[in-house]
Every structure is written in C-alpha cells, then in structure tokens.
C-alpha cells in the first residue's frame, strides 16, 4: 500500500520539460514567488473524495495543478480544520457539502457552483455539485482562475453548461490518416489497442474536461464499417474507458451501408424490416462493451456517401431508422446537413435547406440534425447557414471547424474565436428581432430539448497536438463557446494566452491583439469582400480561383466567383439563384440589396461590376486589391508584434512560431500575387498607384503543384 501511496503522489508531480506545447493550457507552471504566497493563504488544504473514478480524476488534477502553480501541495484533509481549506465533491460525497445546504438546483447533472463560505469557523472555498462531472468541472474553473491571476476572495460563481452535447469530431481513419488534419497522424493507435493504452489518451481527456467538451466523435464521418465490427468496437470501448471518469462519452460515425457491407444484407433501406433489425442488434451489441455509448454521427448522400436517398427515401427515414436502435440505450443520432444533391444545382448554397426545411418536425426526439455554420462548406468567412431557424420542430446542432482546412492549414495564424462569434451572434429574424443563431443552438429560441455543439478537431499526434501552437487557442474557444454560446471571443484569447503563455501584460496585450485580427487578416489576402471556395483543388491548400472542370462545377472556384469582364461574384439575390429568399424577410431584404449588404458578404450575394464604387470610395478592382495587400500588411506586423516579444516567451516556442508567421508572410503573399493575377485578366484595369505588380506571371502561379499536401 505503501508503495501504491507513492505512486499516486508522484503521478501528480510536474515533470520538468522543454516547453514544446504539449501541456496546452494546463502547464501549471510556477507562478511568482509572491502571488504564490498570496494564493497559498487560500489553498492551504484540499478536502475531496476519491471513491470513484471521477473523484479521483479531480483530486489528482487539483493536487496535480495546485502543486505546480503554487510550489507545493496541499495538505489532502477529511475536514476543514485551518484557514484556506478547499472542499469540492457533491451533497453526496461530502458531509461538508451536505452541511452547508447551498442552492445546487439549477445546475443539472454537469453544472457547479464555486463560493467562499466559512466551515467551523475557516475561511474556505467551496466546489460543489449535484454529481462528481460537476464538481470536476468545477475543479477546473478553480485552477483556470489561479491560472490567469484573478482574486480568490468572496467567490461566488454559479456555471452550467447551455448545450447538452459538446462535441470533438475527429475525421480520423483506420489506418490512422487523419482527413483535413495538419497535427500528424490520428491519436488513436488502433493497432495497439485496447490493450495498451496511451498515456496521452488520458491527457487528451483531461484537456477536453478542462473546456466542458463531453463526447468525442472517435472516426471519421467518411465513415469505414469496420469500426462497428467487433474488433473495433473492443478498441473504443477502451478509449471509452480512459474518457468516462472526465464526463466524456464516445459516439461513432456510422456508415450507412454497413448492413450491406459487414451484416452480409442485399439492402441498406432503412425501411426494410431486416435492415432495421440489423441496426437495433448492432446498437445492442455496441452497449454491451460500451454501456454509456452516446450515439451515431452520420453523413449520408453527401460527397458519394451511401445514405437512404439511394432506396428513395428521405434523410428522416434513415435518421429515424438509427434512432429507432439506439433509443432504447439512450443514445442519439448527429445527422449531418452537409448534403450534394445528385443533379447539378443552381446554386450549391441552396441544397441544405431544400431538402431538410421540408422534413421539419418528421425526426425522432433522439435526432439532432447537425448544421454547418454556413451554406458551402467551413470558408473563411461565410454568412450564417440559413437553416438556422427554419426548423423550429427540429433540433439544429452547430458544426464548426476546428481543423483550418480553409485557413492555411497548420502554419497560418488563424484565431477562430471571432468566426465563431460573427456566427453566433448573427440575428435570423425568424422570431423578431435578437433571434439569434445562438439561441437557435441554445435551444432557447424554438425550446429544443436536445441541443448540441460540434467542432471538427485539428488533433493529431504531433507533440503540440494541433500542428502549431496558436492552432490550441482555437480548440480552445470552441470548447468554452460550447459551453456557453454567449461567450466573447477576445476575453477567452486573454485567458487562453495567459494560461499558455504569461500573465504580464506587455506580453498578453500583443498576442492577444494578434489574434483577434489574425481571422480578418486570412479573409482579407485568401477571400476578401464575400468571395469564397477559391482554393487549390482538393487539397485546398493555396490560391486557386482559375480552378475549373471536373466531375461537378460546384467543385471549382470559377463556379462561385464568377468573374467576367463584366464584374465578379455570385448573384443570389432574386434576380440570381434567390438564395436570399431562404432567410427570414428581414435578413433576404438586407442580404439582397446591393446597397443594403454588409460590404463582407458583397460578392457572396452580388455580381458586381468592376467599377462600382465600395464604402471605402474605391472602386471595386480597387478595393480588392486593397484588401489583398492589407492582408499580407497584417501579417508582417503579427511577425513585428511576436519579434518584439523575443525573450519573454521560452525559445523553443518563441522560435516555431516566428517561422510559422514567416511561412504564413511568404503565402499570403503568394495568395495576394497570384489572385490579382488571375482577376486581372477580367477586370481589365490597371494596378492602382503604388500597388505592386505580382513577382511571377499568371502561368507560373497556375502550373504549382502540390500533390502531396497534408490533409488530403
């Protein structure tokens, strides 16, 4: 027992290493000597249960956190008997708890509630909860608020997560190919499962508990039917097992022909009874191993996928079918809205809400249809998907992307907080005014019982975990805007920045400015002015707005930019594809007057001629080429700010970001030399004074190949 103690004591002791990342935000670094002594006053005792799985998950992190930030650890305590005592657990794990009767109503099962109360005469800081996943949680937000500096005294924070389903979804492949992943390959070594198990599976959870994210999506939605045979089940099901202390429940991407493929069936029509039967034996048989298994996530008639669309049924009879199977569990179905029709479209932006809007109200209680956060698919900047309240009978879960497929990749600075937040706060007017697509998620708008957040992960096994490490923040921000869709993208980059790099303010006041603009700066030398899909073909990586051909043309650039000698953009107004009329009045009146439209989603809704005038008083041509070199301007200051901060951020890291920021220069240039280039040859019009001239010819930019980019 004795050398069983010691072990526990030595697992939650900071290991001395170079900072390469890895710890993320809980580095749990020293802090100076005399804030240490000041919080020390605070935390002079722990006083938490480890009955359980979960309990002792929040021990260790608490001993493990404090040790390191505070210099030395608690005195682990049955009460609290001196000043300073830290008492976390439920009414239920706690005598403590139980005796001071606090108001834990409200919180649900994840919720908790941190306080300063006084115990026998002891200051003491109360973490409580009405189950041990909350007062986990509860745990990290202590630690988060001795992480960024902030006062101990007369606490008083009661928090509960506004989405039920928080969620990592990982495009990761068997063969551990990560699809539209920049970190390396997948975390999961399939191969070495179950029976060994990483030990940065259990950091991985760790980090995801420590944002409230409480289920991950373990493969890819281009789903292989093997991961439901038997053999793979057996491997999730120990990841299940490493995750489930940390709250986190473990979904599946479920290929639609799997019946077909693995279950020896001649169909996969979900309105076949053998079928069904096939399906409701699976999910049996996958609650054996995994008895908290949290449901399928689904892509079906989408980009070749097999679906119900093939037997002539609709996206509600194969939702509904798989429902059916695991509702008896309390499961869920995650069926995604990113569709192609068979036919060629007039406008690809329409698809979604054409053939979902007419199935509203025709899914199951256990079906949350998953939405993009905007109609063609994870761009730079997109306006708000249109479906977002347009099916007030159906609960609409938002999907955002992680991963920057869009947004060069790994090594582009690309803050995608204020994404996020345009998102969230955009008004769908379909309840009056302030309906926002936030209390869509939220459910508040429509009273959705079942609500939900995903975002595409950029996990991988590089040692930093998303590529770069600017790449973490934006893990990050998608958690904490999980759980709470109403959080602002800046004061989460102040916090993100100074739990993974310092609290002095001369270092968290740059960083922090380089990030809220760094999503802007990408827009404008990549997308500017509501273009958009003007990517390398497949790959996506650089410019290619001259891409054509091809199996369908919404596959290319030209189809969605549009350029001529006339003008560029893509006419969704009513005299164009009336996109617009897919959005409630309000929203289609301002979205199609040219006059009216913010000038970011100009090309998106308009065919505009080459010498219209933009706010800005330049003409149109003009002002694109701004914006270009106002992109590329942005970064080498982002490259400015970081030098300057030489010697106040550890070498290792100081030095990969800088040659990141330097790749990041060297292609949006490339981005801004090659596009004007290409657009040139439409407009027709000269550079404006003191704009320079591309460095290459417009075949030079069009002959780059790069068949072997990362992702693809």
Known sequence: MAMVALFATLSVVPVAHAEDGYDLWLRYRPLPADSATAYRANVSQLVVADATPTQAATRAELLRGLTGLLGSA??????????????????????????????????????????????????????????????????????????????????????????????????????????????????????????????????????NASLGINGTVLNNVNANALSLTPMYLEKAAALAGVFRPYGIRVYLSARFSAPIEIGGLKTADPLDPQVQRWWRDKADEIYKVIPDFGGFLVKANSEGQPGPQDYGRSHADGANMLADAVKPHGGVVMWRAFVYSHEEPDDRAKQAYSE??????????????????????????????????????????????????????????????????????????????????????????????????????????????????????NWYVFGRMAWDPSLKARPIAEEWTRMTFSNDADVVKPIVEMMMGSREAVVDYMTPLGLHHLMGNGHHYGPGPWVSGGPRADWTSVYYHRANRDGIGFDRSASGSNAVAQYAPPVAREFGDLKRVPEKYLLWFHHVPWDYRTQSGRTLWDELVYRYGHGVDSVKQMEQAWSALDGRIDAERHAEVATFLSIQQKEAQWWRDASIAYFQTFSQRPLPAGAAPPAHSLEYYEALSFPFAPGH
Do not use: C
């Open 74 to 207: 608690p005195t682990v305590a049955n009460e609290a008997s001196a000043d300073g005592a830290v008492i976390v657990g439920t009414p239920a794990s706690s005598p403590l708890i139980a005796g001071l009767r606090l108001k834990l109503r409200g919180l649900g099962r994840e919720g908790y509630l941190i306080r300063s109360v006084t115990v026998d005469g002891h200051r003491a800081t109360v973490i409580a909860a009405n189950e041990d996943v909350g007062a986990l949680y509860g745990a990290f937000h202590f630690l988060r608020l001795i992480q960024t500096a902030q006062p101990l005294a007369a606490l008083d924070l009661r928090e509960a997560p506004h989405v039920q389903l928080r969620v990592l979804n990982h495009w990761d492949n068997l063969d551990r190919h990560v699809e539209r992943g920049y970190a390396g390959e997948s975390i999961w070594d399939w191969h070495k499962l179950p029976d060994y198990l990483d030990p940065r599976y259990t950091d991985y959870a760790r980090a």
């Open 356 to 473: 979902f809007v007419p199935l509203d109200g025709k899914f199951r209680d256990n079906v949350i249809v998953q939405v993009k956060n905007g109609a063609i698919d994870f761009q730079p900047r997109e306006p708000f998907h249109p479906l977002f309240g347009a099916m007030p009978k159906t609960p609409l879960m938002m999907e955002f992307q992680i991963t920057k497929e869009y947004l060069g990749f790994a090594t582009h600075l690309a803050y995608l907080g204020p994404m996020y937040e345009e998102t969230l706060e955009a008004d769908t007017h379909r309840r009056g005014k302030g309906s926002t697509v936030a209390k869509v998620v939220d459910g508040s708008l429509h009273k959705y019982a079942l609500t939900g957040m995903a975002g595409a992960a950029n996990i991988g096994s590089d040692r930093n975990w998303s590529g770069s490490q600017f790449d973490q923040a």
